[in-house]
Structures are given as C-alpha cells and as structure tokens.
C-alpha cells in the first residue's frame, strides 16, 4: 500500500526557515509525482510545488517562487521542500500526495492527486 508521511513542521517567526520531509513507502511504478499542498484555515488547499519521477521536472507557485524548493533523495525515498523566508500566509498544513503515472511536467492541482499524506503543521507567527 501506497503510504506518504510529512515530517517536519512546526513553530517559526516570520523571515525564518523550515524544510519538510515526505517519506514515501510502498511504489510499484518508477512513474510518479510528488506534489507539496497547504490549507490555511478558511481557505482552499492550494499547490506549492511539485517534481516528477523519473525526469525530475518541477513546477512550483508563484507565490513561494524564489524562497521555497523542491527536491528529492532518491536512495531514502524522500521528497523535501525547503522554506525559506517565511511569511504569516505561509502559516497552514502542508500534505505532500501522490500521482501515479502523472505527466512529465507536474501540476500542482489538489483534485488531481489521489493520495495524501496526513500532513504537517506549518505556523510563522512572532
């Protein structure tokens, strides 16, 4: 069974820097995204970032471009996006999910994705 877990969440001030950890477990098929989503509360879950498996394409959104990115260490399985500059609206849970057999480039489109992580608690707050 597919199984995704986020690690690494927690309390930082605004300016501050976190990097999120998504263990994935349980691939039968070398041909995948991984995709990184928030939800603030009151709000739609929107994408972050993305990269795919194998070619390693990423995408990510306008509004984290520049201060977060996405990578990958293959040999642990593991998929990370490093957060820097962190603001207030960044506060949110972060899920990391799973498209199997996506397309090259990636979208980070929530309805897209079949399955999720539980998700990591973000918060920039002084």
């Known amino acids: 069974q597919l199984q995704l877990v986020e690690s690494g969440g927690g309390l930082v001030q605004p300016g501050g820097s976190l990097r999120l950890s998504c263990a994935a477990s349980?691939?039968?098929?070398?041909?995948?995204?991984i995709g990184w989503f928030r939800q603030a509360p009151g709000k739609e879950r929107e994408g972050v970032s993305c990269?795919?498996?194998?070619?390693?394409?990423?995408n990510t959104a306008d509004s984290v471009k520049g201060r977060f990115t996405i990578s990958r260490d293959n040999a642990k399985n593991t998929v990370y996006l490093q957060m820097n500059s962190l603001k207030p609206e960044d506060t949110g849970i972060y899920y990391c999910?799973?498209?199997?057999?996506?397309?090259?480039?990636?979208?980070?489109?929530?309805?897209?994705?079949?399955?999720w992580g539980q998700g990591t608690q973000v918060t920039v707050s002084s």
């Open positions: 990269i795919n498996t194998p070619g390693g394409i990423t």
């Open positions: 349980g691939f039968t098929s070398g041909y995948y995204n």
């Open positions: 999910a799973a498209m199997i057999y996506g397309p090259p480039v990636c979208a980070v489109v929530p309805g897209h994705y079949a399955h």
